[in-house]
Structure formats: structure tokens, C-alpha cells
């Protein structure tokens, strides 16, 4: 795949890119929770029909936005193990061999 140099740079890349989709995850989960609290206030005032459209509407935008950032999150992590793969057969399976 490379020598140890561009391995450590498409590594590097790969983590940046793995906690980037980190940090959406967790703001996913923050927006989800605000909502699951507002959907808990409107039900308690029995508002549900006057905020349906709403929530639907944000729920379906959350669902796209986990569904594409799934994907790119499988993407990355495959990618990432791939690298870790041929960073350790470099370094430790031919640290091996010189022995």
C-alpha cells in the first residue's frame, strides 16, 4: 500500500475523518433528545395533531443524516483497517524477519 510515511498520513487522514463523524453522532444524539423532550411536553398538553408535521419533518432529516453518515462511517473504518492492516504487516512482520 505504501511506505510507512503515506500509511501514517492516509491513517491520520482516516482518524480525522472518524472523529469528524464522531462529533455529528453526537450532535445527532443531542438533537434527537431535545426533541424527545418536546415531543414529551407537546403530548402532555395533548398537542400532538398541531405538531405532527414538525417532528416528522425533523425525524425524517435525522434519519437521512444518520443513514449517509453511516455509510461514510463504514467507509472510514474499513478504510482505516485496511491501513492499520498493512501499517502492522510493515512494521511488526518485517520487524520480524531482520530478527
Same mark, same amino acid.
Given at each position: 500500500?505504501?511506505?510507512?510515511?503515506?500509511?501514517?498520513?492516509?491513517?491520520?487522514?482516516?482518524?480525522?475523518?472518524?472523529?469528524?463523524?464522531?462529533?455529528? @453522532? *453526537?450532535?445527532?444524539?443531542?438533537?434527537?433528545?431535545?426533541? &424527545?423532550?418536546?415531543? %414529551?411536553?407537546?403530548?402532555? #398538553?395533548?398537542?400532538?395533531?398541531?405538531?405532527?408535521?414538525?417532528?416528522?419533518?425533523?425525524?425524517?432529516?435525522?434519519?437521512?443524516?444518520?443513514?449517509?453518515?453511516?455509510?461514510? @462511517? *463504514?467507509?472510514?473504518?474499513?478504510?482505516?483497517?485496511?491501513? &492499520?492492516?498493512?501499517? %502492522?504487516?510493515?512494521?511488526? #512482520?518485517?520487524?520480524?524477519?531482520?530478527?
Amino acid at each position: 500500500m505504501g511506505n510507512l510515511r503515506e500509511l501514517a498520513f492516509k491513517l491520520d487522514n482516516e482518524t480525522g475523518e472518524i472523529k469528524g463523524h464522531t462529533d455529528t @453522532l *453526537i450532535d445527532v444524539e443531542i438533537l434527537l433528545g431535545q426533541l &424527545n423532550d418536546k415531543m %414529551f411536553e407537546v403530548e402532555m #398538553k395533548g398537542e400532538e395533531r398541531s405538531y405532527y408535521r414538525e417532528h416528522h419533518r425533523t425525524i425524517r432529516i435525522l434519519w437521512h443524516i444518520m443513514r449517509q453518515l453511516k455509510t461514510e @462511517l *463504514i467507509g472510514s473504518v474499513e478504510e482505516f483497517d485496511k491501513i &492499520n492492516t498493512d501499517l %502492522f504487516n510493515k512494521v511488526v #512482520k518485517n520487524k520480524t524477519h531482520e530478527q
